[in-house]
């Protein structure tokens, strides 16, 4: 595992590889959806689901939301882009969880698991951009060092979990 000294850019990477795994699920949903996914893509689509939302967990409830934003909260306060980027994380806690309990059954509604997949679809790039190009920016401006090391510690802490 890469050693974290700067946290803002390792978010940035994490936003890569979510990405990624993103695509693949909207692959395997618009194979479930068109009611020509083998036994097979369906178990690759289980597995990025889970895979998605494991990073997520780490990334977005933990690093960001243990990590980051509370530094970042002392800096800016807590209106503002962070509680929109909470919203946007609540959101896909809500619908991720429904999308694997869907897809983990033996027969998936495909209508259903794709209405679940379409919001995390829909908001992630998005929310994506928004920390890439607004939030991380403006954490790197506002963090003194003491917060921005606090942030790093947090990180390390998290990545030996
Ligand atoms: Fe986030
Ligand atoms: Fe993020």
Redesign the pocket.
């Known amino acids: 595992m890469a050693i974290v000294t700067d946290p803002l850019t390792s978010?940035s990477e994490?936003?890569q590889r979510?990405l990624g795994i993103l695509e693949e699920v909207r692959r395997g949903i618009a194979a479930l959806s068109s009611g020509k996914a083998s036994a097979e893509a369906l178990a690759t689509l289980r597995q990025s689901a889970q895979t998605l939302a494991r990073e997520l967990d780490l990334?977005?409830m933990k690093k960001?939301e243990e990590g980051l934003f509370p530094a970042l909260t002392e800096a800016i306060g807590p209106a503002g882009p962070i509680s929109v980027?909470l919203a946007d994380h609540r959101e896909v806690e809500n619908h991720l969880p429904k999308l694997l309990e869907e897809l983990n059954k033996e027969k998936p509604d495909a209508a259903l698991a794709r209405s679940h997949a379409d919001v995390i679809i829909g908001l992630l790039p998005a929310?994506?951009q928004k920390?890439d190009f607004i939030l991380y920016p403006t954490a790197r401006e506002r963090l003194s060092r003491p917060q921005m090391d606090r942030v790093v510690a947090k990180f390390r802490e998290l990545d030996k979990e």
């Open positions: 978010l994490d936003h979510i990334h977005s960001e980027m929310h994506i920390e």
